[in-house]
């Protein structure tokens, strides 16, 4: 009997492998109908073609990183400031390539617009959704990094403002009381900025970006100034000999919570991913290069930016309404 019913069972996983009908009449789901599938893009039709014409791929040396939006029919394109440092060409959806003009920057919500280098003025724009009816659970799509295909997936999170984190180097501190005045580092965490820089326990932190440090409080405010991915120069005593280093500050909620099973999973997050007005909060599966493309509710308008890639299942986009009070100066003047 146990032989049967092994058997049986191995038929069935057979039969499910293949695609053929197993014991209860049902099949395997054609390829081209799974998760990201042909049949389910085209199912959400003109909007699969307006986010792909409409977005576009950003490279640096050859190299994807990150995307953009074209915002006017000119070749005026929004994308990701703190991403797209140093961008030479855009690629369009139809393997096309443009030489870069960087135009405009806005820091405050990490934005930026370029100008592709072209005689051509009739580039496909995308179309605005300025007011914000998405509510949670509600379908979001954005153009995949190749171009080539679209990725699905929905609203999962209130709008709300994401306040300032600031910058951390990832190090435990006391005040030393030595001779040689300054902050001694008590520990660094495994991974963090300090650890990747050099920095080790019981170095002794005389001056940050050449001020002198002789208190906690005094290092954690000149750190807490800077965001995300600047840079401050350290210098420290170890064994009674002066040295010098670098460190590129991380975020606070990753250096912190390295342990965290989630953000082990998530692979490269958004080196800024704080300090925004307000954010639309969705679950598309993209990378962290997909960041600076624009995101599209199911008639294929644009509803916002993704400006940060959080975790593995947390993205952030501007909301477009609140891009637009951003550039319409700008936009207005664009002959």
Not at 13 to 18: E, T, Y
Not at 29 to 47: P, V
Not at 154 to 159: A, D, L, P, R
Not at 263 to 287: A, C, E, T, W, Y
Request: charged fraction near 25%.
């Amino acid at each position: 009997m146990k032989e049967i019913v092994i058997a049986v069972f191995n038929l069935a996983i057979f039969s499910f492998v293949l695609g053929e009908d197993d014991l209860n009449g049902s099949k395997v789901l054609n390829a081209d109908n799974r998760l990201n599938g042909k049949s389910i893009q085209n199912a959400f039709g003109k909007a699969k073609d307006l986010s792909l014409e409409s977005t576009l791929r950003l490279l640096r040396n050859q190299k994807l990183i990150a995307l953009g939006g074209i915002i006017h029919p000119s070749g005026f394109i929004l994308t990701k400031a703190s991403t797209c440092v140093g961008a030479r060409e855009a690629e369009t959806f139809d393997g096309k390539k443009y030489s870069l003009k960087i135009k405009k920057r806005f820091e405050e919500c990490d934005l930026a617009i370029y100008q592709l280098i072209s005689e051509k003025k009739l580039f496909p724009v995308l179309n605005w959704e300025i007011e914000n009816n998405a509510t949670e659970g509600s379908w979001v799509i954005a153009a995949h990094p190749s171009l080539n295909e679209i990725r699905v997936g929905v609203k999962s999170g209130n709008s709300r403002k994401i306040e300032r984190e600031g910058g951390v180097m990832g190090v435990l501190l006391v005040n030393d009381n030595s001779k040689i005045k300054g902050v001694k580092v008590s520990e660094v965490v495994p991974q963090a900025a300090a650890y990747r820089a050099g920095l080790l326990q019981d170095d002794i932190i005389t001056h940050v970006d050449e001020r002198r440090v002789k208190t906690q409080d005094s290092l954690i405010k000149i750190v807490g100034k800077k965001d995300p991915g600047d840079v401050v120069k350290i210098t420290l005593v170890r064994k009674n000999e002066i040295k010098k280093f670098v460190v590129t500050l991380g975020h606070r909620s990753v250096t912190f919570d390295l342990f965290n099973r989630n953000l082990q999973m998530s692979g490269p997050v958004s080196k800024r991913k704080d300090n925004f007005s307000m954010i639309l909060q969705h679950d598309l599966p993209l990378p962290r290069e997909a960041m600076g493309g624009p995101l599209f509710n199911i008639e294929g308008n644009c509803i916002g930016f993704n400006i940060a890639r959080v975790d593995r299942v947390t993205m952030y986009a501007l909301p477009a309404n609140e891009i637009l009070e951003t550039i319409n100066s700008f936009i207005k003047q664009v002959p």
